[in-house]
């Protein structure tokens, strides 16, 4: 666990999660969040490793989109163009390299709920 960042839990509680009653009202205010402030496609590095996916540490990946449907009921994954294919991993795996301000703070503030422990 991260030591409390009280600007980043103002902003989270604020315009992610804001008016949201329980698990499925979070993960849809932060996908919302995050589609809306993320400016797309930008270019990203793998910075953890995860074992649904095969990323290394440092590789790096064009981000593409927010990924739809139920599977950011749990937690954020991204479209990423990776080896001729379209893959969906967790947007906590990468770090914006090349993105537009709102968009590193976006992703920031996720990776940040993320260390927090926080889940919906």
């Known amino acids: 666990m991260k030591e409390k960042d009280a600007v980043r839990e103002e902003r989270i509680h604020m315009e992610a999660i804001v008016d949201a009653y329980g698990p499925e009202e979070q993960a849809m205010g932060w996908y919302y969040y995050l589609d809306d402030k993320v400016s797309f496609p930008f270019a990203a590095e793998c910075i953890a490793i995860d074992r649904r996916n095969t990323l290394e540490l440092g590789e790096q990946v064009t981000v593409l989109r927010m990924t739809g449907g139920d599977i950011c009921m749990q937690e954020m994954y991204v479209d990423i163009s990776w080896k001729d294919k379209v893959l969906a991993v ?25 260390m927090q422990g926080y889940t919906f």
Do not use: F, K
């Not at 090349?98 to 503030?109: K, L, P, Q, T, Y």
């Open 90 to 114: 967790p947007l906590a795996q990468l770090s914006p390299l090349d993105a537009d301000e709102d968009s590193i703070e976006a992703v920031g503030d996720w990776h940040y709920w993320v």
